[in-house]
């Protein structure tokens, strides 16, 4: 499938940043790159047309220089609204939930630990026989205190995840989660069961509805987010601001004459203005702040 693991999250960043292209005089090239990305994945068309009617309707200035307003306030308001309503109702009424940007780890009634990254939701359901974390949206990392009456698991949609030691995390996707083993080791399991794999510390794989991957990659000892950092080596600009981008209130649009720049370093993860203004610092960047939730990058050398 075309866009397989690519979150919806990323899609509307992806659309944003179309928008802006192609608002004003785009060339020939842009309109057929465009097409291009709409053809690969029948969510792309979905996505940019809701984030094209906030555009309409917020009918923003033009500006001469190559940095453009994407929303008015009329339209922020518009999206947050979308964003809002695009979350699960579920999410709303989670035991646990995070905001964008907010990081926070908890002790639950057994003793074991989780830390909630970014936008995240757990349900925590303790019982005599099992303890239950249905993760809703985002990420958890766990450091599960011992119980050899009750098996510690994690609920996803593709499956579950058992823990057989002590640290772990896992991520939803839109169709898939990813289960990282920093120490000991866990259990991965379908949802139909039909599939089981112990994931031992240093590994990391991907869970789907029918089947489990293994994902190439060393694991550090924890996470960086669970450390509120985001740490990046030799990384391409897009990657770094699609990724800084889940810790941001709103949008973030970076220029493409930043494109072939890379970024070796660390970023507050639960500060994104601060990371913003790091980031733009170490790597020569222009900064525009439209308001707090709409940022534009670009080469500060850009004519």
């Known amino acids: 499938m ?16 179309w928008l802006v292209q192609l608002d004003g005089e785009p060339t020939p090239d842009q309109r057929q790159a465009f097409q291009g990305w709409l053809s690969r994945d029948n969510r792309h068309r979905r996505v940019f047309e809701q984030m094209e009617r906030l555009w309409l309707a917020a009918s923003p200035p033009k500006n001469a220089s190559h940095f453009k307003p994407l929303l008015s306030v009329t339209g922020l308001v518009l999206l947050a609204a979308l964003l809002i309503f695009q979350l ?15 990081i926070h780890t908890l002790t639950l009634p057994d003793g074991s630990s989780v830390t909630l990254d970014s936008n995240s939701a757990i349900d925590v359901a303790f019982d005599q026989e099992q303890r239950r974390i249905e993760l ?21 949609p593709e499956g579950t995840v058992q823990a057989l030691g002590t640290r772990y995390s896992v991520r939803r996707g839109d169709d898939h989660s990813v289960v990282s083993v920093y120490e000991s080791q866990v259990q991965v399991s379908t949802a139909d069961q039909q599939t089981t794999r112990v994931v031992e510390a240093g590994q990391q794989v991907r869970l789907q509805a029918e089947f489990i ?7 550090p000892a924890y996470p ?11 990384a391409p600009m897009s990657e770094v601001v699609a990724r800084l981008g ?17 970024f070796t370093g660390a970023l507050p993860a639960d500060d994104s203005l601060a990371a913003l ?15 707090p939730y709409v940022v534009y990058l670009a080469a500060a050398d850009q004519p």
């Open 2 to 17: 075309a866009g397989e693991g690519i979150t919806t999250d990323i899609i509307r960043e992806q659309a944003a940043d």
């Open 88 to 102: 699960p109702w579920h999410y709303w009424q989670a035991d646990y939930r995070t905001a964008m940007g907010e």
């Open 136 to 156: 809703i949206r985002g990420a958890v990392l766990l450091e599960v205190s011992k119980d050899p009456q009750r098996p510690m698991v994690v609920a996803v």
């Open 213 to 219: 991957q293994m994902l190439a990659g060393d694991l």
């Open 224 to 234: 960086d987010w669970s450390r509120k950092r985001l740490v990046f080596q030799d």
């Open 246 to 262: 889940h810790y941001h209130r709103g949008l973030i649009h970076l220029h493409s004459s930043a494109d072939n720049r890379r």
């Open 277 to 291: 203004d790091l980031l733009a610092d170490s790597m020569n960047l222009e900064q525009r702040c439209f308001s």
